[in-house]
């Protein structure tokens, strides 16, 4: 649904590019990782995807139309929340709600939501006085109100307890089970693993690489097995290509000696990270 | 055009729960307290002065407070990604000024005509009131996107009627000469003041003509070419989000 190509961007008083020529493509109901060290151009990506920065060069494309030749019809679309959590601070989160419900055409009932993800009891408090996992609750369902095609997530689950991250994950898998797409920035690489059909990473402004999780990790995996085992009191380790345990030395060793693990070589995605970008993982 | 009623309806919600209602009606409360000690003459010179600083001042205050508000908890980015259009946004901003200065004439007719029983010719009074708040709203949102908080709206605010008032105090020392002093009537403020004026004094008709017509133009080009083309970039300025 979203081509773009050479995408370019530049902050007015900033001299470099944020984002110095990007290509990638989001399909239809897929979710896309979008990763990258701090400061790398994520945030920045999202919001000209959400039409908020507009002075970008190259071409973005909406279902085969430029992006800016689209008007409030894109918006009836797309849920987005944001990086940092934001509501009107002295009205209630039902009343958060309901002023945004009324700017759509199509809209859903906010109870279930606010009640699976924990806030129904807490509707009528001022959202001003609300914790900071709530506020990103709240901010999540504010997202799904318009029953949107396709969402903007920056870093969603960011400071969220472990019950509640699970409840927004199940919440954005089941989303797109009915057809939704998602743009999804996050530096939690598990969440990223389990979410994305395909990620995306970006590094001094230009894309390392585009793929789908599991061929990320072939690619920069080593095609190994690894066995620790005890022989006379000793932990042994031993390393076999995966040519090697077809051979009748593995199966052997398998069978004769006390096994305490077994690991294939396959790399995770945090390790990915820190090759593709160079950096090491932020917090 | 469908959101600008929820736009409305939310931003008089919010003027409520932000307190700045109240702060209005205080200020509302302290004109009829001054209402009191005028009599007469004195009193028809004075009623146009409250009209005057409630269109101009209370409405550039009002709108800087709401976008500073929403700037500040960047709930402007929410409703910039909703199908909410900027024309929506910023005529909804001038629709709320416009009910609010309204509200006042209610308010303050209405006390007028009991404490005193005077009453003047609200006919002149209305359109007067529209056209200059309208003027005066967009005057605050172009002040607003320079302000980097509350209290720099204010001292630009200070600057826009210190620029704009001296000349006319100066006609009225006489330092200024009379021939020119006549042009000063395209200072949005002193034009304000001949429209408004004209509830309780004479006001030859062709400054009335001129008035209307001029800020009604001015209306035009400062959204055209002032407000609209700078408001993304405000929406966007230091947006931590
Ligand atoms: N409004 C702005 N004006 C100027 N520069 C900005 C603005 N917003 C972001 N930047 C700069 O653009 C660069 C990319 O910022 P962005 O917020 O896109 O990073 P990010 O990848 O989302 O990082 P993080 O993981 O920390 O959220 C940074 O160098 C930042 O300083
Ligand atoms: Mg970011």
Redesign the pocket.
Known sequence: MFKVRNLKFK?P??KDY?IDGIDFEIQDGEIFGFL?P???????TQKILIKLLKDFEGEIEYYGKPLLSYRDEFYQDIGVSF?MPISFSKLTAMENLEFFKKLYKQTVDVEPLLKRMGLWDDRDKKAGEFSKGMKIRLNFIRAMLNKPKMLFLDEPTNGLDPGNARIMKDMILEFKKQGGTVFI?S?IMSDIDELCDRVAFIADGKLREVDTPRNLKIKYGKRTVKVEYKEEGNLIVREFSMDEIKTPAFFELLRDKDIETLHSGETTLEEIFIKVTGVTLRG | MDRLLPLVKGEFDRLNKYNLFTANFVVLLLWVGMVSFFEGAELKMFVPVIFLMDSTMMTILLVGATLFYEKQEHTMNSIMVSPVTEDEYLLSKVIVSVLNSLITVVFISAALYFIKGVTYNYLLLIPAIIVVTVVHSMIGIRLSYHAKSFSSLLVNFMVYIFVFLLPTVFATIGIIDEKIAKYLIVLPPDVSNILISALALDVEPWKLVFGYTYLTVLSFILYRFMIKPKFNEYV????GV
Do not use: D, I, V, W
Request: charged share 20%.
């Open positions: 902050y008083n900033s944020t990258g701090s400061a790398a151009g994520k945030s920045t990086e920035t530096h | 966007m300025r230091e947006t």
